[in-house]
């Protein structure tokens, strides 16, 4: 069974960066779109952003936007988050997921924005 | 943005009675692919979500099959015919038909 698995998260200052990485283990990474979702402490899930399998086509909601690149590395099987300008409403555990439609969800990194 | 409309938001559950939760969206969600991309998802406490139920009604590997999907266009639910202790905790629905994807507010289903 594919096992996603995040990293990268941390405390990061307001207007700081960061980088979230999803290593994927199995065969059928580079068969599939992957997701990042999102869930501030306390409240429901929020859809980030979405890529193709191939990595051509990438996907933000709007609150992210400008802010945050989605990328894959297929050869590596791992998916990335880069994350900039980020604002304490960015506070959450980020999963990374299999598929537009959540087949396999990772167990989340906790990034926390804060001075 | 497409707006994914769960009710209840609070289901309480007498254990082996059935459950159902709604999931309306503002928009269809048939993709030009003649496929609807509505998932129900399900979240212990603590723990990562995981898929029950892709496409409308078909079950993720290892879903119990007292879950069950059904609906089409913009309106959908998610039933549990028999509730067990182990199905607490909250169940989203989410699209993924039209970008940006959405999930509905959520569902808290607990044992009364």
């Known amino acids: 069974e594919e096992q996603l698995l995040e990293s990268g998260g941390g405390l990061v200052q307001p207007g700081g960066s960061l980088r979230l990485s999803c290593a994927a283990s199995?065969?059928?990474?580079?068969?599939?779109?992957m997701i990042w979702v999102r869930q501030a402490p306390g409240k429901g899930l929020e859809w980030v952003s979405g890529i193709s399998s191939s990595g051509g086509d990438t996907f933000y909601a709007d609150s992210v936007k400008g802010r945050f690149t989605i990328s894959r590395d297929n050869s590596k099987k791992t998916l990335h988050l880069q994350m900039s300008s980020l604002r304490g409403e960015d506070t959450a555990v980020y999963y990374c997921?299999?598929?537009?439609?959540?087949?396999?969800w990772g167990q989340g990194t906790l990034v926390t924005v804060s001075s | 943005d497409n707006v994914m409309t769960q009710t209840p938001l609070s289901l309480p559950v007498t254990l082996g009675q059935p459950a159902s939760i709604s999931c309306r969206s503002s928009?269809?969600?048939?993709?030009?692919?003649?496929?609807?991309?509505l998932s129900w998802l399900h979240q212990r406490p603590g723990q990562p979500p995981r898929l029950l139920i892709y496409?409308?009604?078909n079950r993720f590997s290892g879903v119990p099959d007292r879950f069950s999907g059904s609906g089409a266009g913009t309106d959908f639910t998610l039933k549990i015919s028999r509730v067990e202790a182990e199905d607490v905790g909250v169940y989203y629905c989410l699209q993924a038909s039209h970008f940006p994807q959405t999930f509905g507010q959520g569902t808290k289903v607990e044992i009364k």
């Open positions: 928009q269809s969600l048939v993709r030009s692919d003649g496929n609807t991309y």
């Open positions: 199995g065969s059928t990474f580079t068969s599939y779109a």
């Open positions: 997921a299999k598929d537009y439609s959540g087949y396999r």
């Open positions: 496409k409308i009604s």
